[in-house]
């Protein structure tokens, strides 16, 4: 295997090495270190950088200490399943992740994803760049001409390195970026166990050539482009150890003995990322939350050029959280504390038992080339649920969050602003939906748009315009609730989610058109309501949803589970005077209803991805 270009950034570490006055020694040139960033003045050294790599180990050892018990990670019977390390998410798993909060200012992207940031592409089953469509397929890449009357299939490239998220059967193999030419297809093993980095030439699509496979240790959870910088964010969790079971007389006291012994004779390839089992993050560059309440692992980003996908810039912080969002220019990370469940896919709301501390640590980081540089951090008081509940705007970072032990019974909407090394407060407006749990947000640029429910829908609409002072403009109650909004002009939203009775039961799916003309009194104003027992998918993915401004069309899946197998329809919504009239096209079965796309071209054409077909959707 020929030698990799690992390039680590020390941006973060020299600064905060710098305002600690800690000093490093890079190895024996002199001239390896790199020319030192202005030093940030930390104001309250929320992250902390380790004086050497042995100080660094023992402090994911103290850490991690703690976590350990007879059993194994956690105070209860822990296994492979539990850890997401070494199994295939539990079937019930996509489901759970359909709980997840949405959505920001999403667009759809020039690529033809429908996007939480306008500016930010996010990773995809399927791209386009002009008269070129590329999809993945169960570990293919295949490239399309979509300029014909019908889409074409120019060539058909196996990616041997690039392995599905959860390895089921008809899973795509992965996710992908279209940048100058060339695709970059990242795919975490069936166990979650590694993440594959593979760039592919498509100068002529008729034979791509790859230019470049990296695997990476750990699970990569989002993938961005900035510009022509790919950022890939990989999880390091809790290693696996070979955790001995109580047995016998005093069984737990020695198991959890030995258990500890195990956790001391880790080394930092346990909790780092790898390449051919040698860490890519240098010790400097790692971050240490002050705050040992976190998760104990490693959130890493990951950045490349695509142009020479050799040369990884790598930064680091010492915990493990899949809650991230990136805005044009920032990173934030939420810490949060200890979870058990699984992850299923990219950029999905985790399953299983989350475990809400009272407050939530929050890190920025500030996005140049591909260099991701702390800049500030604070705590706010509540849990956040995933990205889509974090949003920044004008030097703002506004936040949606849910109740925790520190809270009352109700969420609430933050505004923070960077001040020195600080993410301090500046206006909240809690008391938004008492008893409820958050299922949607919308964010404007002086507006948010919140959708809480337990057994109506409340939509709150809440003036931001005033940073240090929101408000609650109104509100608007009515059965069943919506996961995902998405602006179709000036004063109408469409809301996808679930008809539930009066008594908080869900039904079916529907789809809500909402006037927003007057905000302190929005109101609905059509409905449609589908069968019992279907699913809106773009309350679990939102690239499932596509809007058509100059048609006035929706297009979104729609999908029913059976007694065994799952059948998948595109819903067509034209918009006219205030009402929707909705016609049903079937066009999947079973798991592939989860890839299907529906893809806007410049030329006017949408193009339906499916399992096995791509071809132009009749509108």
């Known amino acids: 295997m020929r030698a990799r270009r690992i390039v680590t950034s020390l941006t973060v570490v020299t600064s905060l090495a710098a305002a600690l006055g800690i000093g490093y020694a890079l190895g024996d040139d ?44 956690g105070d209860t019977v822990y296994s492979e399943a539990m850890s997401g390390a070494d199994a295939a998410a539990p079937a019930d798993a996509a489901e759970s992740a359909r709980s997840t909060v949405s959505t920001s200012r999403s667009t759809s992207a020039e690529s033809g994803t429908n996007v939480q940031e306008a500016g930010v592409d996010e990773s995809d089953v399927v791209k386009v760049a002009g008269s070129l469509l590329v999809r993945l397929r169960e570990g293919e890449l295949l490239a399309y001409d979509v300029s014909g009357e019908e889409p074409s299939l120019l060539s058909a490239t196996r990616l041997d390195d690039a392995r599905g998220s959860n390895g089921w059967v008809g899973d795509p193999g992965g996710e992908l970026l279209l940048v100058d030419g060339r695709a970059v297809v990242v795919g975490t093993s069936a166990g979650a166990s590694s993440t594959t980095i593979t760039t592919v030439d498509l100068a002529d699509p008729t034979a791509p050539a790859v230019v470049d496979a990296t695997t990476v240790g750990g699970r990569a959870s989002a993938v961005r482009l900035h510009g022509d910088v790919v950022r890939v964010v990989v999880h390091n969790s809790l290693p696996q150890l070979d955790f001995a079971m109580p047995e016998g007389t005093l069984g737990e006291l020695r198991a959890r003995m030995r258990n500890r012994a195990l956790v001391r004779d880790t080394t930092l390839a346990d909790w780092l990322p790898t390449v051919a089992g040698d860490p890519v993050v240098d010790c400097a560059d790692v971050a ?32 493990d959280s899949d809650i991230s969002y990136f805005s044009t220019d920032r990173f934030y990370l939420a810490a949060a504390s200890p979870q058990w469940g699984w992850i299923d896919c990219m950029d999905c709301r985790p399953g299983g038992m989350p475990m809400p501390d009272g407050t939530t640590p929050l890190f920025a980081f500030a996005l140049e080339g591909t260099d991701t540089t702390y800049v500030a951090s604070g705590e706010v008081e509540g849990t956040i649920a995933d990205r889509w509940s974090m949003d920044a705007v004008g030097g703002s970072l506004r936040v949606a969050l849910g109740p925790s032990s520190e809270t009352g019974d109700f969420n609430s909407v933050v505004i923070l602003r960077e001040e020195g090394a600080d993410l301090v407060e500046d206006g909240r407006v809690d008391g938004l939906g008492v008893g409820e749990e958050i299922k949607s947000v919308r964010w404007f640029d002086d507006l948010a748009i919140v959708v809480t429910f337990r057994q109506t829908d409340p939509l709150y609409a809440v003036d931001l315009s005033d940073a240090t002072e929101p408000r609650l403009l109104g509100e608007l109650k009515i059965p069943g609730f919506s996961d995902y909004l998405h602006p179709l002009g000036e004063r109408r939203l469409i809301g996808m989610g679930q008809d539930a009775s009066l008594r908080g039961v869900t039904r079916g799916a529907q789809a809500a058109l909402f006037d927003v003309t007057d905000l302190a009194d929005p109101r609905q104003i059509d409905v449609v309501r589908y069968d019992d027992g279907t699913w809106a998918a773009a309350g679990g993915d939102p690239r499932q949803f596509a809007w058509l401004p100059d048609r006035r069309v929706a297009l979104t899946v729609v999908s029913r589970s059976g007694r065994v197998g799952m059948t998948g329809w595109v819903s067509v919504l034209s918009l006219a005077d205030g009402s929707m009239d909705n016609r049903m096209v079937e066009v999947e079965h079973g798991t592939d209803v989860d890839a299907v796309r529906l893809v806007p071209l410049a030329s006017g054409e949408v193009v339906l991805v499916t399992g096995d077909d791509v071809t132009f959707f009749d509108l």
């Open 30 to 73: 002199p001239g390896a270190r790199p020319p030192a960033a202005p030093p940030i003045t930390l104001a309250n050294a929320d992250l902390t950088v380790a004086s050497s790599c042995a100080d660094l180990l023992d402090s994911y050892v103290e850490r991690a200490l703690a976590e350990v018990g007879p059993y194994g990670w």
């Open 288 to 319: 240490v939350p002050e705050d040992s309440e976190v998760a104990v692992g490693t959130t890493t980003v990951l950045a490349l050029d695509p142009a020479d996908p050799t040369a990884l810039t790598t930064d680091a912080v010492a915990t």
